[in-house]
């Protein structure tokens, strides 16, 4: 069998919405860029399981609604992957364009948005068809792409631009250019999806937008004792479950900074390892997970004692993981 032609499961979870959350793998995936595999390592016992192999350069990765095929995005295969990760195999593939880095989906899951550096644009996909629907032309070298919570906007960043655009889901076109910090990279929104927070790497920042507004009505600087603005460079960042804490790694910094949402304050900063790139959470909040892209590790946070409890190898240049416990 074709491993790129979809089986029934993963056409039964691309083309109907609403599918129920299945019972979680238990286990942590992470991708890697060197090694083109993600790596598996059991959540709880944080013991390395396994790897799966996937396409060329894995970057940004996250799970098609009901949580049983997992779509990675390959920069050098022009393409994601879709990886059953019950039966931990490629059960198809959607060709993304010229090299794609980050993605988000619709919030019915029929609908791919996808940044392409090269082009300079944001891809909108099929995921059905896995035909490309639109193009839309934004700043030099986009990546991050955040869709709204309705589903009508979908927010990229351009890392030459230094801007945020704000596009209209229903016809394609820009509806604003939100200039921000110099470098911009990754989004979180808050819990009332008032706010989007949009990490700034060189401009060790992070920019505070009203989604109501679109404007920025506040940046938060990142500031270590004995440390160079310029090695201060945050890049992924997620929200606590409650909603009062957002996470930010600081990138060559080797931290992660607490920070209080509603005292707009850094409440801690936690050492992990070499350039912390990605966050992310388990699902009941109680351990963050970190991708340290130089150290070719994983730093594992007990959040609320705010100390790390494990440094877990998982490949070469490692660059995002999704919990799924």
């Not at 090694?35 to 996937?54: I, N, S």
Request: glycine share 8%; proline share 5%.
């Amino acid at each position: 069998m074709n491993p790129l032609r979809p089986r029934p499961l993963a056409l039964a979870l691309l083309l109907v919405s609403g599918t129920a959350i299945a019972n979680g793998t238990g286990l942590v995936y992470v991708s890697s860029e060197k090694d083109h595999v993600l790596t598996m390592v059991d959540a709880k016992t944080l013991a390395v399981v396994g790897t799966l192999p996937t396409c060329k350069r894995p970057r940004h990765l996250q799970f098609l609604p009901g949580a049983q095929v997992l779509m990675v995005a390959c920069g050098d295969s022009n393409r994601a992957d879709l990886i059953d990760v019950a039966a931990r195999k490629t059960v198809g593939a959607i060709p993304l364009g010229d090299d794609p880095e980050a993605f988000d989906l619709s919030p019915d899951g029929k609908t791919l948005y996808v940044s392409n550096e090269d082009d300079g644009a944001l891809n909108i996909i099929d995921v059905a068809s896995k035909q490309r629907l639109k193009s839309v032309a934004v700043g030099q070298e986009p990546e991050g792409v955040k869709v709204s919570p309705d589903g009508k906007r979908v927010y990229v960043t351009s890392e030459v631009a230094n801007m945020v655009h704000v596009i209209d889901t229903a016809s394609g076109s820009v509806l604003k250019n939100i200039p921000v910090g110099k470098r911009p990279r990754r989004f979180a929104l808050a819990a009332d999806g008032a706010e989007l927070w949009v990490t700034s790497e060189l401009g060790a920042s992070v920019s505070i937008i009203s989604t109501r507004d679109l404007a920025v009505t506040q940046t938060i600087t990142f500031e270590l004792k004995g440390m160079r603005g310029d090695d201060i460079t945050p890049v992924g960042l997620t929200l606590s479950r409650d909603g009062k804490t957002m996470f930010v790694a600081l990138g060559r910094a080797n931290h992660v900074a607490f920070v209080d949402v509603a005292g707009r304050k850094v409440v801690s900063t936690v050492l992990v390892g070499k350039r912390a790139w990605n966050v992310s959470l388990n699902r009941d909040g109680s351990r963050l997970f970190v991708i340290n892209g130089l150290s070719d590790d994983m730093t594992v946070i007990d959040v609320r004692e705010a100390r790390p409890i494990k440094t877990v190898p998982v490949g070469r240049v490692p660059y995002a993981a999704v919990v799924d416990d």
